[in-house]
C-alpha cells in the first residue's frame, strides 16, 4: 500500500460545493461522530432531508482517516453492478487495493468472500485508521449484496470503522457487535437543527428573522433541515417574511421547489436538470457531452444546495427530494431526448469499462447493434449469472432486431452455450444459418455464419463427453470456409480455449474411448487456430500428455506436456500454458525433482500478470492448490479451498478439480470424515461432467480416507470401483500418486482374498506407490524452509505456523473470537493453540507472550517472519470465479 499519510489519501479540507459558506458547520454533530468513530459501525438513520449526507461529509472531510465513500443506488441491487460501484469507492483510497478487487467477480459465495477478505487483511495498514461509508443504504434489498455488506463490515478490523446512511432500519444482523458495544447511532432526532442552530445558519443566508418568526419557523419545521433551508430561501426572497413562510411550509413540498428553486430558472436549464434525472453518472466528462451549452452546467451547479459534487467519485448527487421531483417531470421530455442521453450515457460508460451499465443504457436507447459489440468484448467464460442477466436483455428485445443484426443472434446461443443449453443453442444455430446461407452475400453474413459453425463444434466437443459422437470436426471445417470469405482477426480473451477439470474428458471407461476423444481435438486444432486466432492450439499434445501421465508413462508425457507447452505459447492459450506447467509438476514431483518443481511454479505464477487471462486466479488457485494439499504444505492453500462444506459457485463443468483438491486438503490434515463429504458432494453435483478419470482419482483417495478411519469394507468397496474405472485403459497414476497411504492399503488388500481386484495389480500398485512415496518425500522435505526442517528457531523455540498466525493476531490486539472469526476456527480451538504458545514461550499471558516473542525475534523483522499470507505468494492478486463451459466460444 501506497505511505502517503492519511490526510493525504482522503483529500482532506476539500469543500462540500462551492457554496460551502452556506453550509452550517454543525459542532454538535460532530462531536457525535467523533464519539461514534471508536466503534466498528455507525449508524446514521435519519428521513430525507435531515441533512445525513452533508452532516457525515463535512465531518469526515477533516477526519485523520483514509475514507472511501460508496453511494449506493437502486442500481446496486444488481450485484455486478454494485461491485463496479464498490470498487469504484475503493479506488479513491487505495488503487492497488482496487486494481485486485477487478480481478474479482461480486464474493456471492463463502469462498468468494474469503478470497475477498485477503485483500483487506492485505492492503491496511495498522498505522492507518480507515472510514467506509455507505450512503443511501436504505435503497439496497438484494438479499446477496444485503449479505455482502453485512459480512464485510462486521469483519473485526480494529482500524476500520464503517458509516452506514439511511433513511430507514437496516436489514443487517448487528446484534452481536450491538452486544459488545461496537455500534453507534445517530438518530433523526440528533440530526435535527436546534433552534440556535437554525437561526445561525439564517444568519449564513444573510437574513435575519425577528425572534417572533425564528419561532414559528421551528414550530412549523421541527427542525428538519430540508425545510429550514426552504424557508431560508423564502425568507432571503420574499419581503413578506413569516407569513410567506409559513403558507409555503404548509403547501406540497415539491411545490415549494417549483416556486423558490426550478421557476427561477431559465426552461434550458430545467430541461437539462430533468434528463439528469434519467442517469446514474453524473460525471463532469459526461455532462459536457449531454449539455449542449456550458451554461447549462454553470446553471446546475447555483444550486449546490441541493446538488452537490463529490470530490470521492469526481461526480455530481442530486438530493433525493429534488430527484423525486425531477423524475415526476420527465414526461416533459421528448422521446428523442431519453433516447439520445441514454445513448451518450451508454457511450460514456463502454469507453470507461463500464460494460453492463453501458448495456443498460443501450438497452433503454434501443440501440442494439451497439449493445451487441459493447456484448462482444466481454471474456468468453462468463460468470453464470452474468450470462443470465445479459441473455435476459437479449431476450427482451424486439424479434426483428435479430434480422437486421445477426451476430445477435450468435451472440444470444453463446451465452445459451455458457448456460448449457446446448439443444436450444443447436437448434437456434441452424435456424440462423438457414437464413444465412439463403441470403445474399456479404462479410456480416460470412463473419456471421463462421462464428455460428464454430459455436455448433464446440458444442459438439463438450457434448461428446456423454453421447461419444465426435463427428462434430465438420462444424469447424466449414466455419474456416466462410472465414476465408471474410478473414478478420480475434485475439485474446476472445481467442483462448477455457479447459474443464480434465482434458481428457469421455465420462465413459471403455478401452479406446479416451484416444477417439484425442484424435477428435486433434482434427479440431487445424480450423480453430486460424478462424479463433490460436484458439486450441497445443491442447491434443496436452491430451495425450494427460492420458500418459495417468497411464505412468512419466517419459512420454513429458514429451507431449512440453510440445503442447511450446504450442500453447506460440497461440497464447493461456489455459492450455497453464495445465501443461502442472502436469509437469507432477511429473517432476514422481521423479522427485524439487528445482525444477519450484521453477515450474514461478512460471505459473508469471501468468497471473496476463491481463487477457479472465480466469488466471481461479486455475492458479486450484492447481497450485492440489500442489500444495500433495505435499503437505496445507497452509499455502487459498482458504476458499480449507472450507469444509462450501457449496461452490463454479460451473457445473469445471468444479471437478477443486472438489478433488478440497478433499486433498482435509486429507492431508488428516480431517478424512471432512475428505469423505466433500467427496460425496461431487456425486450429487457431477451429472454428465463426472469424467472417468475424475471418478477414478476421488474414489481412490475415498479408499485411502475410509481405510484411515479403519472402514475396511467401505475402503475395499471405493478402491473395487476405482479399479474398475482403471482397469481398461490401464491407469495406475491416481493409486500410485497417494503414495504411503495407497501402498498400506494395497498390502491390506493383498491380504483379502475376496476381493475382486488381481493381485498382481494389487501388486504393482503397491510397488510404484512406495516408490512415489519416496520421491515425494525428497520432494517435501526439500519444499520445506530450513528452520522447519531443523524444527527450531534460532532460540531454540518451535512454533508451528497456526500458532504464529495466531501470535501475530494476539501483537495486534485482537480477542479470542475475532481471531476465531479472521481464522475459520472455532474459539476453543483458539484457547488451545494460545496455551500451548504459553506453554512454549513459558509465558503466563497474552502480554507476556507478546513480550517474549519479541525477545526471541520470533516477532518482527529481527527473527523468523509470521507467515505470508496463505493465498497471496509474492503478493498476488485473489483469483476471479469463473463461470461457464470448459471449452466454449462465442
Known amino acids: 500500500m501506497e505511505k502517503n499519510t492519511p490526510k493525504q489519501l482522503f483529500h482532506s479540507n476539500v469543500p462540500i460545493n462551492s457554496d460551502s459558506q452556506v453550509y452550517l458547520k454543525r459542532t454538535r454533530i460532530d462531536r457525535l461522530l467523533e464519539q461514534a468513530m471508536q466503534n466498528q459501525v455507525v449508524i446514521v438513520s435519519a428521513g430525507a432531508g435531515y441533512g445525513k449526507t452533508h452532516a457525515v461529509y463535512s465531518f469526515v472531510n477533516n477526519y485523520p482517516a483514509l475514507t472511501c465513500w460508496i453511494q449506493l443506488s437502486e442500481w446496486d441491487n444488481i450485484s455486478e453492478r454494485f461491485w463496479e460501484n464498490f470498487i469504484d469507492g475503493v479506488s479513491g483510497g487505495n488503487k ?215 470530490v470521492y467519485h469526481n461526480a455530481y448527487h442530486i438530493h433525493h427530494l429534488f430527484l423525486d421531483y425531477l423524475k415526476g417531470r420527465q414526461n416533459e421530455l421528448t422521446e428523442y431526448d431519453k433516447k439520445d442521453l441514454w445513448h451518450k450515457t451508454a457511450a460514456w460508460c463502454a469507453e470507461n469499462n463500464l460494460k453492463l451499465d453501458a448495456i443498460t443504457y443501450y438497452e433503454k436507447a434501443g440501440d442494439y447493434e451497439r449493445l451487441i459489440d459493447v456484448v462482444t468484448t466481454m471474456p468468453v467464460m462468463l460468470p453464470n449469472r452474468t450470462a443470465r442477466m445479459l441473455l435476459d436483455i437479449m431476450e427482451r428485445a424486439p424479434p426483428e432486431i435479430y434480422n437486421q443484426i445477426p451476430h445477435a443472434q450468435v451472440q444470444r446461443t453463446g451465452l445459451y452455450l455458457i448456460l448449457e443449453m446446448f439443444d436450444k443453442s443447436r437448434e437456434e444455430l441452424i435456424t440462423v444459418i438457414g437464413k444465412l446461407e439463403a441470403a445474399p452475400p456479404s462479410p456480416a453474413v460470412y463473419r ?218 482435509h486429507f492431508a490434515e488428516k480431517r478424512c470424515p471432512a475428505a469423505l463429504a466433500v467427496l ?59 503414495g504411503k497411504d495407497m501402498r498400506t492399503l494395497a498390502d491390506a488388500a493383498l491380504k483379502d482374498r475376496n476381493l475382486d481386484i488381481p493381485q498382481d495389480w494389487l501388486k504393482k500398485v503397491r510397488l510404484n506407490a512406495a516408490a512415489y512415496a519416496r520421491k515425494l518425500f ?26 504464529m498466525e495466531v501470535l501475530t493476531n494476539l501483537a495486534q490486539g485482537m480477542t479470542q473470537e475475532e481471531i476465531a472469526g479472521i481464522s475459520s476456527l472455532s474459539v476453543n480451538t483458539v484457547k488451545s493453540v494460545i496455551r500451548s504458545i504459553y506453554n512454549k514461550l513459558g509465558a503466563i499471558n497474552k502480554a507476556d507472550a507478546v513480550r517474549i516473542a519479541a525477545s526471541l525475534a520470533i516477532l518482527g523483522t529481527g527473527g523468523e517472519k509470521s507467515p505470508e499470507p496463505a493465498d497471496a505468494p509474492g503478493g498476488r492478486r485473489t483469483p476471479q470465479a469463473a463461470g461457464g463451459p470448459p471449452i466454449c466460444l462465442r
Not at 480473451?493 to 465413459?508: D, E
Not at 524452509?785 to 508451528?800: D, I, M, Q, T, Y
Open 96 to 310: 492497488k487495493a482496487a486494481v485486485r478487487l477487478e480481478n474479482m467477480e461480486f464474493p456471492e459465495t463463502d469462498r468468494e468472500f474469503d478470497r475477498y477478505l485477503t485483500i483487506p487483511r492485505q492492503e491496511t495498514r495498522t498505522d492507518v485508521k480507515y472510514v467506509f461509508v455507505y450512503d443511501d443504504f436504505h435503497l439496497i434489498h438484494n438479499k446477496k449484496v444485503l449479505r455482502f455488506l453485512e459480512r464485510s463490515i462486521t469483519m473485526p478490523f480494529p482500524n476500520i470503522t464503517s458509516i452506514l446512511i439511511s433513511r430507514t432500519e437496516l436489514p443487517l444482523n448487528l446484534m452481536g457487535l450491538e452486544s459488545k458495544g461496537l455500534l453507534a447511532r445517530i438518530t433523526e432526532e440528533d440530526l435535527r437543527f436546534t433552534i440556535d442552530e437554525m437561526a445561525a445558519y439564517f444568519q449564513l443566508l444573510g437574513v435575519s428573522p425577528s425572534p417572533q418568526t425564528v419561532s414559528s419557523i421551528y414550530y412549523d419545521t421541527e427542525g428538519w433541515a430540508f425545510a429550514i433551508h426552504l424557508a431560508g430561501l423564502s425568507l432571503r426572497n420574499a419581503p413578506s417574511g413569516a407569513a410567506y413562510v409559513n403558507q409555503a411550509l404548509r403547501s406540497n413540498i415539491f411545490k415549494l421547489i417549483a416556486s423558490e428553486i426550478m421557476d427561477p430558472l431559465p426552461v434550458p436549464v430545467q430541461r437539462f436538470l430533468i434528463k439528469l434525472s434519467l442517469i446514474d453518472h453524473l460525471v463532469p466528462e459526461l455532462l459536457e457531452e449531454i449539455a449542449d451549452d456550458p451554461s447549462l452546467i454553470e446553471g446546475m451547479k447555483g444550486l449546490d444546495s441541493f446538488i452537490r459534487f463529490d
Open 448 to 665: 456471421t455464419l463462421t462464428g455460428c459453425y464454430n459455436l455448433l463444434g464446440f458444442i459438439g466437443l463438450n457434448t461428446s463427453s456423454y453421447t461419444r459422437d465426435y463427428d462434430y470436426v465438420h462444424y469447424f471445417k466449414k466455419a474456416l470456409h466462410y472465414y476465408e470469405l471474410n478473414k478478420f482477426e480475434v485475439r485474446p480473451p476472445m481467442s483462448l480455449i477455457a479447459l474443464g477439470s480434465y482434458l481428457c474428458r469421455p465420462n465413459s471407461e471403455e478401452a479406446g474411448e479416451m484416444e477417439k476423444y484425442i484424435e477428435a481435438i486433434s482434427a479440431m486444432i487445424p480450423y480453430t487456430s486460424v478462424t479463433f486466432g490460436g484458439c486450441a492450439m497445443g491442447l491434443d499434445d496436452l491430451c495425450r500428455g494427460e492420458l500418459a501421465f495417468f497411464k505412468g508413462d512419466m517419459p512420454g508425457a513429458e514429451q507431449f506436456v512440453l510440445r503442447a507447452l511450446q504450442s500453447a505459447r506460440q497461440g497464447n492459450q493461456y489455459e492450455v500454458e497453464t495445465r501443461a506447467l502442472f502436469y509437469l509438476v507432477r511429473i517432476k514431483a514422481a521423479q522427485g525433482n524439487y528445482p525444477a518443481i519450484e521453477e515450474l511454479l514461478k512460471q505459473m505464477e508469471a501468468l497471473l500478470e496476463e491481463q487477457r487471462y479472465p480466469t488466471r486466479f481461479t486455475n492458479y488457485d486450484i492447481l497450485t492448490g492440489w500442489y500444495y494439499a500433495h505435499t503437505g504444505q496445507t497452509d499455502k492453500l487459498a482458504p476458499w479451498l480449507q472450507n469444509d462444506f462450501e457449496e461452490s459457485d463454479l460451473n457445473s463443468i469445471v468444479f471437478g478439480l477443486e472438489i478433488l483438491v478440497k478433499a486433498k486438503y
Open 680 to 738: 460425496a458432494s461431487r456425486e450429487t453435483r457431477g451429472g454428465r461432467w463426472d469424467f472417468v478419470l475424475g471418478k477414478i482419482e476421488m474414489k481412490a483417495l475415498e479408499a485411502v480416507s475410509r481405510y484411515q478411519l479403519r472402514d475396511r469394507e467401505g475402503a475395499f468397496a471405493a478402491l473395487t470401483e476405482a479399479y474398475r474405472l482403471a482397469k481398461s485403459n490401464l491407469l495406475y497414476m491416481p493409486f500410485t500418486e497417494l
Open 778 to 803: 525428497a520432494v517435501t522435505e526439500q519444499s520445506r524452509p530450513a528452520a522447519a526442517r531443523e524444527g527450531f528457531n534460532r532460540k531454540g523455540v518451535k512454533l508451528s505456523r497456526r500458532e
